[in-house]
Structure formats: structure tokens, C-alpha cells
């Protein structure tokens, strides 16, 4: 199962997501967990409504935090930690997750927002994703409350709150970043004698090297190609031209992916491959380079073979190390119902997004919204990310968090796969984007 990115967008400078990336090298304790909890829930405890005849106030909680996520064992203990030094709480989880064929996260919910049920608290997608949430009426503007609690907003990232407000507005507060890239596997590239995956001519050198001895050079799917076109759209685009949604200056990358698909550097069954598999596959040493992202650094982090770079320029590309795409591509909405009925959802949400817990989710992957101390004896997976994200002078969220939805998928899921087989060109499906796009904007 797949987590959609993201989780995950970089709306703060590169320097400021270096210092969070990682995290803390260390983790509190649950009983140290227990002890914030409660100073956060002894807080403004006047002003809440009392669960009655000893009753439990529920608080639904909506996100990603399930199944074979990286966050949900961290999730689990925390939201129980939470119940336990606050008895009067029940916290019902709703998550779900994001990946496989059918987005069960994403449908969730749109269907809770067409029902006007929406959790207490929800961790989704922002940027275009959030405006559905926002424009619902069903959420409430967390500016005020951040501006009446300094204690509490003053650790989370200025440029990272900018990033996600609505007309001015602080409805999404950003939790987890995640930054993408190009991984490698160092060992395979000296044991075939070949230059690092630095530029595109190692890389199409390595593409004809291990298709001669029967490696996949990348662990890609061409049924889920977001991450490569992601990617390969900025090597070519550079920062001059990625946000230029859907132009045909962007032909060049999509011609890019086909003559790599062409050329055999994917998987046999890329039009069927799970991205679980697609982890597995690079994990265990059957691919060579993999187009992914942050949430897979964990899993990686014990090879000190593995590395992470910028995807290197096309050729007559703009992109190249100066360009990497991170940012926070999701966030924490508080439910107008929540906020009208007690303070207990919003305490949760402090208690949440403070240092403390953060610290936690961290230590697992991904880089922190709020102040973080930066962990030690970090891998050297995580280094070379700390180093792609040094060099990058250009930093921006991915693509398919700033347009619309069916504008994406006409040239990703629904694009690609006539793409490569030569069903249709690059020009068409970004012509098929543009319409879908600009009939959005009107």
C-alpha cells in the first residue's frame, strides 16, 4: 500500500527543512509522553464541556497513520498514551490508508465531507487537495487560536504556516514534510564498474549496463508514475518552468520516461507492480535507483550503500541539484463541530504538534513543521538527503498538490501508460491536461 506522498510540502526554505528532516535522535519515554499530555490537557481546562455522569467526550480522529505506514506504530502509542493520562477522553481512530488501487484515505474523505460528518481531526492532503475542506464550511480558522497561545505557535516554522493558508487564513496547520528524489544503490554501481547516477549520461550508461545483465536500473511502476514524472518534469523544467502547468516545455521529460521504458530500464511488469513491491524490490538489492521519497528513508537507512540525490538535469534541461522538490503536503484541520462542542480537540491538537511528539514521529522519518533538534549519528542515506537538500537553491512541493486532481492523472495514472507504449504523445496528454486544468480555473 501507498502513501500518496504525501504526505507530504516544503513551503519553508531548504535551510529550514534541513535542520527537521531527520528529527530527534532521541525519543521520550511513554511515561514522559503520559506527563505532556497531561500539562497540555491541564490547560484551559475551565473552558471545555465535561463529559457528564463520568461519561467519555469522543474525539474522532481522521489520517494516514494506519496499516503499513511508517507513522502508525508511533500513532497508536501516542494516541494511547493521550487516553490514558486523560480518562475523560476516547479518541476514535478513523484512519485509513493511501496507497493501492483504490485511495481509501482520499475517498473517506470526500465522502465524510459530502455527508458533512468530517472527523474532529484531520490529517489530509493541503494545496489544492485542502480547498475542498476549506470551501465545505466545516472548518474552522486556526489563526485565532495560534495567535491566544504563543506558547504553542511559536514552534511551528513561519514560511511553513504561510504556505498553508487559504485566502489568509490558517485553516490547515502542516505536521509532517517529506522532500522526493532520486535513490540509489551505491554497491550495484561499483559492482558493474559504473559512474554514480550524478548525470544523465551515467544514468542512461547504467540503464544499458544493467539491462544487459537482467536489472531493472529503476524500481518504477508505469501504472503509478508520479514520483518519475514528478521528478523527471523538474530535471527538465528547472525552476524557470515548473510551475508552468501542463506547457509543452514540458514534452521533453515525458519523451524522457518513454525512452527509458523503451530502452527496458523498468521493471517487466511496471504496468502492474505494486509500490510495495517496488520498495521491496530496491530494498533488496533487485533495481538499481528508485524515483521516491522520504517516508521510504527508514526502511533504507541500515544499507550504507543507499543514497539520495536531485534527479540530474535533462538534457537541455534546467533542473539538475540547484532544484529539489520537499515541502509539507499535508495538515491538521480542526472541525468547526469539534470547536463549538469543547476545547478537548483542540488540546489534542497542541498536544500533537508539540516538540515533544513531534520528536517521535521524526525519529521514524520525515522532516518537522515545529522547531526540532537535529538527531545524531545520522546514516548516510540521511546525509546524502541533508546534502541534496544543501545544494538546492529552488525548493517546491510536488506538482500534483498544486493543480487539480483529474488534471494530474491525464498525464500520470490515466497518461503514462498509453505514453510509453506509443499510444499517445507527450504533446497530447499535456494539451488533455491544460483543458482539464483550465476548465478548473474558470
Known sequence: MKKTKKMLALLAGSAMIISSLAGCGQSPTATQGGNESTKQADAGQDSGKKAESGAKEKIRVFTFFTGSDQWAPVWSEVIDEYMQANPGIEIVDESAPTAGANDVFRTKMQADIAARTPADLCLFYTGADGKPLVDSGLFVDLGPSMEADQDWSKNFKQSALDGQKYDGKQ??????GYYEGLFYNKKLFDQYSLEEPTSYDNIMKAVEVFAQNGIPAFAASMAKPSYVLELAILAQAGAEG?????????APALDCIADLYQKEAFPKDTMTISEDDIRLM????????????SWCVSALEDNPDMRLISMPALPGGKGGESCALAGFGSGWFLSKEASERSEESLKLLKYLTSPEIMQRFIAVGGSSAVECPAPEGASELMKSAVLMLNKATYTD????????REAWMAIADDGTPYLVEGKKSSLDLLAEARKIQEAVNR
Open 171 to 176: 485553516y490547515s496547520l502542516p505536521y509532517l
Open 242 to 250: 515548473h510551475k508552468n502547468y501542463f506547457d509543452d516545455s514540458w
Open 282 to 293: 530496491f530494498k533488496e538489492g533487485k533495481a538499481a535507483m528508485m524515483f521516491n521519497g
Open 397 to 404: 512541493t510536488a506538482i500534483d498538490s498544486q493543480v487539480s
